[in-house]
Each structure stands twice: as C-alpha cells, then as structure tokens.
C-alpha cells in the first residue's frame, strides 16, 4: 500500500525508506515553528507499514492526542503533530505524482512563516537564521505591534491565522533564551501571553510548554496573567511536558525562602497547575 502525508497545501508521497522532520534544513522535512526541534523526528515506510519516532525533541510528538514514548505503526487518518504543526497520513492516490525520488522522501523545505505588512506600517519579522543578532529591545517593540494583529484574530476565533503571524517572533525569542542571550522582561511576558493564550486557542500542549521553558531561563514565576491564561489551556490542551513543569516549580521551590509575599502567591499557583495537569 501506498502512503502520502498531507500538511497544509502539501502532499508528500512516501516511498520506501525513513526521513526526518524538524526546524534543520538538513531534514528532509524542514518545519519552521518555535515548537519543533533540529531534529525532532523521523518516519519510516517499511513492507507497507508507516511508523514514526519521537527523536527525544523538546515537546515530543502527539498521535491522535496522545504523546508517543516509543516508535508507534500509523494507520491512514491518523493526525500527527509536531510542534504546532499537524499532519495527517492519508492513502495515496492512484496516479498521483511522486514529488521525490526513489529511497524515500526527498528533502523538503516548506516555505518559511513571515510577516511582512509594510503598507500597515508593521514590521516585517523575519526567521531567526536571517537576523543572528537582533536587537531585543528593538525585538520587543515589534513584537508588541504584531501582537495587536493576533489579538484581533483570536478575537475573531482565527487561532491559526493568529498562529501564523506570530511564529517567527516567537521563534526568535526562545532561541534567543536557548543561546541565552538577554532578553527584556517586556518581551519575555508578552511572548508567554500569548503562547499561553495560543495553547488554550489550538488546544496544542507544546504552547504551554513553550511558556513553562521561557520563565525556567529567566528562573522566576510566570506573571498573574500567564498563569491564569495557563489554567484555561491545562483545561483543553491535547498533551504537556508534565517532567518540564514539575521541574521548574521544583526550580523555583528552591528559591521560596528569598520570595515576597507576591512571589510567594504564584508560586503555590503554579504548584497548583502542576497539580491539575498531572490529573489529567
């Protein structure tokens, strides 16, 4: 039986063999979003079979909205996501062009998210491979525009839309925290709002995950906001990093003796969080 993998307007083919997937152009399947790792997993077509593995990336890979552990066999109609990305297996159509050559998938790269809208006066905001070194202050004053844009579109129930605008800048904060360069506590909340915000909008896992990496960095608790925006998200999310978030309030635990009553008060917010998303 033949296989192809639908992802947005895109059908690939599968022949035999196995490729990967992830953010590096050396994958076969390039995937520009925040939430996907250099390499974060790889699917094999083998005697008829499809199966995919988790290459131990930072926010795993979801079959059907269960996060797999181990390499798992795909049936057609089965949705996998990686990162914020979903992909469905489907059966090939008879006579449908091959868009590689034998040995498995070719490399792929899909075209990369960016926002360019200068006729509206907001900035154009790039990956992070085309601007190394940016200005993060600069960053942030950007990120605060384009976010009004978002905004308007979840308003409007446009989850996607608000996805796809905010990807790169989203991008460039956490590898920006992952390099650890400084980053202005400005643009480190804005950029959890509205991860948090997209998490409980998509119902994706990875975008809480997302938050719970960015405030570990900084070593500090999330703001009120985020984590009242976090609650809502636990309550519809598909999947989250249950060892990531038990290890950051774990993290901040050590720091209680130093807190203010402030502090204090998220602190037993995100104990509790921690406790809801392990009921789940």
Sequence with gaps: MRFRLRYLQHDLELNEGTFAVGRNASCQLSLDDPLVSRRHAIFELQGGAVTIEDLNSRNGVIVNGHRIEAKVS????????IGSQELTLLAARDGAANVTGGGGV????LPKMKVSTPSSGFPHISSVDSDPEPSMVRRADQFKLLSGVAEKALAMGKAGEAERLLASALADVIESTRAGRPLPPMLVDQAAKFSAKLATATGKGGWADYVIELYAAQKRPCPAHVI??????????TAVDLNR????VAMLRQSLPRYGPAERFLFQRLEGLERLAALR
Aim: no cysteine.
């Design 106 to 109: 070719g490399k792929m790269t």
């Design 74 to 81: 795909l049936n057609v109609g089965d949705r996998i996501l």
């Design 245 to 248: 978030l038990r290890g950051y």
């Design 228 to 237: 009242d925006e976090l609650y809502n998200a636990m309550r519809k999310v």
